[in-house]
């Protein structure tokens, strides 16, 4: 790809709007003037300037497209500002932040060093994770090769109509309608070996997913095999009320909430109460939507 002028020198503010034009044209698809300038708060005629130096700076990586009012991705596009690897962009979406900004050691902003646990990366390429995205914000249905750890096989195509991308905290999934099984369920993207964007339209959307619209309670308390010492410090560390642990969550995240927390789900609290601090006090409940989490 042809770079007309090199990036060093650029101003930090504007090299952020043009990590957001290339982050946003290469995985949603398409970049408009409007979402510049929403994302930054900017003018709409200030917008249009962004996009038009970008498109100097990178000129075959966007193509206008009359009929989105927009740019979409060329195929030769390649990344000039930011690095689109997945691991990166996932969080910055999760955390619905304009641009990948610098990492810790570049940048403390309150002079307290951090640290993540190292856990191995569970993503497929970029390619991959931009059609699953694109599919989403562009609200059509996704062509897959998948790989399932059920008994279904271990590689199928099927078609799905992805709505939202998850985050467990311990790997990535997709949520969508699966017209193989004319349900609701979960993908996993690392189980994703190939993905295209197909241009029919979705017939389904979010508010037939019943599971993931309907909130349910999910009620905890400290394991009954700890001393009072420690539940009381649990019961502390929750700011239970009445001894109730107590939060709203989608019917379709219960089973990873409880696998985040590692709470023993069994029926006797048989676990170690060192590991698995909590139980569920409602399992009558919300068993239905997790039952994969039940032991």
Same mark, same amino acid.
């Given at each position: 790809?042809?770079?007309?002028? #090199?990036?060093?020198?650029?101003?930090?503010?504007?090299?952020?709007?043009?990590?957001?034009?290339?982050?946003?044209?290469?995985?949603?698809?398409?970049?408009?003037?409007?979402?510049?300038?929403?994302?930054?708060?900017?003018?709409?005629?200030?917008?249009? !300037?962004?996009?038009?130096?970008?498109?100097?700076?990178?000129?075959?990586?966007?193509?206008?497209?009359?009929?989105?009012?927009?740019? /979409?991705? =060329?195929?030769?596009?390649?990344?000039?500002?930011?690095?689109?690897?997945?691991?990166?962009?996932?969080?910055?979406?999760?955390?619905?932040?304009?641009?990948?900004?610098?990492?810790?050691?570049?940048?403390?902003?309150?002079?307290?060093?951090?640290?993540?646990?190292?856990?191995?990366?569970?993503? &497929?390429?970029? !390619?991959?994770?931009? +059609?699953?995205?694109?599919?989403?914000?562009?609200?059509?249905?996704?062509?897959?090769?998948?790989? #399932?750890?059920?008994?279904?096989?271990?590689?199928?195509?099927?078609?799905?109509?992805?709505?939202?991308?998850?985050?467990?905290?311990?790997?990535?999934? /997709?949520?969508?309608?699966?017209?193989?099984?004319?349900?609701?369920?979960?993908?996993?993207? #690392?189980?994703?070996?190939?993905? +295209?964007?197909?241009?029919?339209?979705?017939?389904?959307?979010?508010?037939? @997913?019943? @599971?993931?619209?309907?909130?349910?309670? $999910?009620? $905890?308390? &400290?394991?009954?095999? $700890? =001393?009072?010492?420690?539940?009381?410090?649990?019961?502390?560390?929750?700011?239970?009320?009445?001894?109730?642990?107590?939060?709203?969550?989608?019917?379709?995240?219960?089973?990873?909430?409880?696998?985040?927390? #590692? /709470? @023993?789900?069994?029926?006797?609290?048989?676990?170690?109460?060192?590991?698995?601090? $909590?139980?569920?006090?409602?399992? @009558?409940?919300?068993?239905?939507?997790?039952?994969?989490?039940?032991?």
């Amino acid at each position: 790809m042809a770079v007309d002028q #090199s990036v060093n020198g650029i101003k930090r503010a504007t090299q952020q709007r043009l990590q957001y034009i290339e982050l946003m044209a290469y995985y949603t698809g398409v970049v408009t003037r409007s979402d510049v300038a929403k994302a930054f708060g900017i003018s709409d005629a200030a917008a249009t !300037k962004d996009l038009k130096f970008y498109s100097q700076i990178a000129p075959d990586n966007l193509i206008y497209k009359h009929n989105v009012f927009g740019f /979409v991705p =060329s195929n030769r596009f390649a990344e000039v500002f930011t690095d689109l690897e997945p691991q990166y962009v996932l969080p910055l979406i999760s955390a619905n932040l304009p641009f990948i900004g610098e990492t810790v050691e570049q940048n403390r902003l309150y002079g307290v060093s951090t640290e993540q646990l190292p856990l191995p990366q569970r993503l &497929p390429g970029k !390619k991959i994770v931009a +059609q699953v995205i694109r599919a989403i914000k562009q609200k059509t249905k996704l062509s897959l090769v998948y790989s #399932s750890l059920s008994n279904r096989g271990s590689s199928e195509s099927r078609i799905i109509e992805p709505h939202s991308l998850v985050n467990t905290g311990l790997r990535w999934h /997709v949520r969508a309608y699966s017209e193989d099984t004319y349900d609701f369920r979960d993908f996993v993207l #690392s189980r994703v070996q190939q993905a +295209q964007q197909l241009s029919e339209k979705a017939e389904s959307n979010p508010e037939y @997913d019943d @599971d993931w619209m309907e909130p349910i309670n $999910l009620q $905890l308390t &400290p394991h009954p095999n $700890l =001393s009072e010492d420690k539940r009381q410090i649990l019961m502390t560390d929750y700011a239970a009320k009445n001894d109730v642990i107590e939060f709203t969550v989608r019917r379709a995240l219960l089973a990873y909430v409880l696998q985040r927390m #590692s /709470v @023993d789900t069994t029926k006797d609290h048989s676990l170690n109460p060192n590991a698995f601090q $909590l139980i569920v006090m409602n399992r @009558d409940e919300i068993e239905p939507f997790a039952g994969w989490a039940f032991l």
